[in-house]
């Protein structure tokens, strides 16, 4: 497993994420039954970063917690049956690691959520990139059934990991 990740910003979050990103991201690839070696980016970034690119991609002028950019299209959440068939699209050429997608968290949201949640920042990031993962294996919350299953999901693969609230 590849994961890329970057941390851009002058705002300190002082919580280990490397390790948090490194717990997360895997955990939330054997939950789904990921049967690939995976890549994935992360980018943790501030408030200004974050809503050029929410402007760019989903114009919305606003600064968000985290964005997700998946690069697998699937047709049913984590079916990753069809992603062979499209060997030159969804896998790096150079590893034969299946390329999930990014991830851009805004380290400044990580730090104001955890404390309007009440619990920690090491919990906030985790539970974004948790999050994120499951919009990258195919999961969204567009309604309330989504918005359910995705919440389950989160929660059994934070505890599995060991972040409660």
């Known amino acids: 497993m590849t994961i890329n990740l970057d941390y851009e910003t002058d705002?300190?979050?002082d919580v280990d994420y490397e390790k948090i990103v490194?717990?997360?991201i895997p955990a939330a690839l054997d939950y789904e039954h990921c049967p690939y070696e995976a890549e994935v980016n992360v980018l943790l970034t501030d408030n200004h970063e974050i809503q050029e690119i929410?402007?760019?991609?989903?114009?919305i002028d606003a600064?968000?917690?985290?964005?997700?950019?998946?690069?697998?299209d699937f047709e049913r959440e984590a079916d990753f049956d069809?992603?062979?068939e499209h060997v030159e699209d969804y896998f790096n050429p150079e590893t034969g690691e299946l390329l999930?997608?990014?991830?851009?968290?805004?380290?400044?949201?990580v730090i104001e959520q955890a404390e309007k949640y009440g619990h920690?920042?090491?919990r906030e990031?985790?539970?974004?990139?948790?999050h994120s993962m499951l919009h990258l294996c195919g999961y969204d919350h567009m309604d309330d059934a989504e918005r359910e299953v995705m919440e389950k999901k989160q929660s059994a693969i934070l505890e599995a990991e060991g972040y409660y609230r």
Request: net charge negative.
């Open 54 to 59: 929410n402007r760019e991609y989903r114009e």
């Open 120 to 122: 920690s920042k090491e």
């Open 11 to 13: 705002k300190k979050l």
């Open 22 to 24: 490194n717990d997360i």
């Open 82 to 84: 069809h992603v062979e």
């Open 100 to 109: 999930l997608g990014d991830i851009i968290i805004s380290v400044e949201k």
């Open 63 to 72: 600064p968000t917690d985290v964005l997700s950019f998946p690069m697998v």
């Open 125 to 130: 990031l985790a539970f974004l990139i948790a």
